[in-house]
């Protein structure tokens, strides 16, 4: 199995609060692992993406932050939050064809 | 870099009838080409995938067409049932998947 687990589900948050996400992953050891951000009625933007424990490459500047600190577990981060946060976050695992999780949706008000 | 773009961001088609749902690529240097769908609150599933050396792969009910001459995509569906109402994602890459880029998507609805 490579069932993805994201949560919570959903989450409403104010402005300035933390965010804590949670991805974690089942199946072959290692996997890549990515966090994208859903925008309503756009594409997939891709955050962050990570090939093991403790590497994180960030594709955009802004205000999160991920880490990784087990084989599976990939966790989104953000220290105080801001209204343009919200979305749908997704993670994802895989080399080339990617598989994803349920998704996270934030509101931020 | 990678821009991605769908042709038309909503589609309605009649239950039974074939869908076509297009996309736009700009980097002559992609291979890999996959189409994801998004049901509503859900995670994006993978339907089908296509390399560059491709023009054409076909899957249950559905086909992917690549030209790369024009850089253009296309998902066919067949027989459009309820069920394939979601939003329909195509997705570039030039290699590995972190370098996918994804069109902004395609909403289809199925008419009864």
């Known amino acids: 199995s490579q069932t993805i687990h994201q949560w919570p589900a959903t989450l409403v948050q104010p402005v300035g609060s933390p965010l804590s996400l949670e991805c974690t992953v089942e199946?072959?050891?290692?996997?890549?692992l990515y966090w994208y951000r859903q925008a309503a009625g756009r594409g997939l933007q891709l955050l962050f993406y990570s090939v093991g424990i403790g590497q994180i490459s960030s594709e955009v500047p802004q205000n999160l932050s991920a880490s990784r600190p087990q084989d599976r577990q990939f966790i989104l981060s953000s220290k105080k939050l801001l209204l343009s946060d919200s979305g749908f976050y997704l993670c994802a695992r895989g080399a080339n064809v990617l598989t994803f999780g349920a998704g996270s949706r934030l509101t931020v008000l | 870099g990678e821009s991605v773009g769908l042709h038309l961001p909503t589609l309605s088609v009649q239950e039974g009838d074939n869908s076509i749902i297009n996309c736009a690529y700009s980097n002559s240097a992609s291979d890999y080409f996959i189409w994801y769908k998004q049901e509503s609150g859900k995670g994006p599933q993978f339907i089908i995938d296509i390399r560059s050396n491709m023009d054409k792969r076909q899957g249950q009910r559905v086909t992917v067409l690549l030209n790369k001459t024009v850089k253009h995509l296309s998902l066919q569906i067949a027989a459009t049932q309820p069920g394939d109402s979601a939003v329909y994602f195509c997705a570039v890459a030039p290699g590995s998947a972190r370098q996918l880029t994804f069109g902004s998507g395609t909403q289809l609805t199925v008419l009864p």
């Open positions: 199946g072959t050891s290692n996997p890549n």
